[in-house]
């Protein structure tokens, strides 16, 4: 059972454009992360939400943290072509069974 | 520089050849991890350690070994790989294992067992 959707699968929009990918799930989620995986490297950890209803910005990136700790997402402001990358959400559940847990991730593409 | 390492970072074996994938990290972590990841099924946990001599299975545990007799090392040990072992390979480390704490992971080995 995948307790973390990741929605969409892919996405391909031109540099300057905004765009938003979801984390959900039908579990409570003690805290969750953000991480960014490029072509040929490891993930790479961009943030970490831990209070329902916490937003945290990175430069362009927002990311939200649903009130009832079930969901979140990731907006992009202006996108540029660095933005380009497979990004994942990972938590960890409530009843703290020490293992995290991945989403499936969102491809993303920005065009030049 | 804080890192994991894994070696070898590609490997093309055969079916029943017993294999070792190597990880270390030199930032006194004392949790350590191993995760496969596959097309449309993302990224996996195969096992972890929270401490030396302290290991656990996660979500994909069938075929695998792991030890941890040191705290830097944690080698992951196929005894007769398969080809449905055929995967991208994620060693990872943190100061715990909560998400609160942040996992580093390593560069990948891309295993290919024909």
């Known amino acids: 059972t995948q307790l973390l959707e990741q929605s969409p699968q892919f996405l391909s929009i031109q540099e300057g454009e905004n765009l938003t990918v979801y984390c959900n799930s039908s579990s409570v989620f003690s805290s969750l992360q953000w991480y960014r995986q490029e072509p040929g490297e490891g993930p790479v950890l961009l943030v970490t939400?831990?209070?329902?209803?916490e937003v945290k910005k990175l430069k362009r990136l927002t990311f939200q943290f649903g009130d009832a700790r079930k969901d979140s997402s990731l907006h992009i402001t202006a996108a540029q072509p660095g933005d380009t990358g497979l990004y994942l959400c990972?938590?960890?559940?409530?009843?703290?069974?020490?293992?995290?847990?991945f989403g499936k991730g969102t491809r993303l593409h920005i065009l030049p | 520089e804080a890192q994991v390492t894994q070696n070898p970072r590609y490997l093309i074996t055969v079916t029943g050849k017993k294999l070792t994938v190597t990880c270390s990290q030199n930032?006194?972590?004392?949790?350590m991890s191993w995760y496969r990841q596959d097309p449309g099924l993302g990224l996996r946990q195969i096992y972890y350690?929270?401490?030396?001599?302290?290991?656990d299975k996660g979500d994909v545990p069938e075929g695998y070994k792991v030890s941890r007799k040191e705290k830097r090392n944690f080698p992951l040990i196929l005894e007769s790989p398969s080809p449905n072992q055929t995967s991208l390979y994620f060693c990872?480390?943190?100061?715990?294992?909560?998400?609160?704490?942040?996992?580093?992971f390593g560069p990948g080995t891309r295993l290919t067992v024909l």
């Open positions: 930032m006194n972590h004392e949790y």
């Open positions: 990972a938590g960890e559940r409530g009843n703290r069974d020490d293992k995290i847990i």
């Open positions: 990872a480390s943190s100061l715990s294992g909560t998400v609160l704490s942040t996992q580093y």
């Open positions: 939400v831990v209070t329902g209803g």
């Open positions: 350690s929270m401490n030396v001599e302290v290991t």
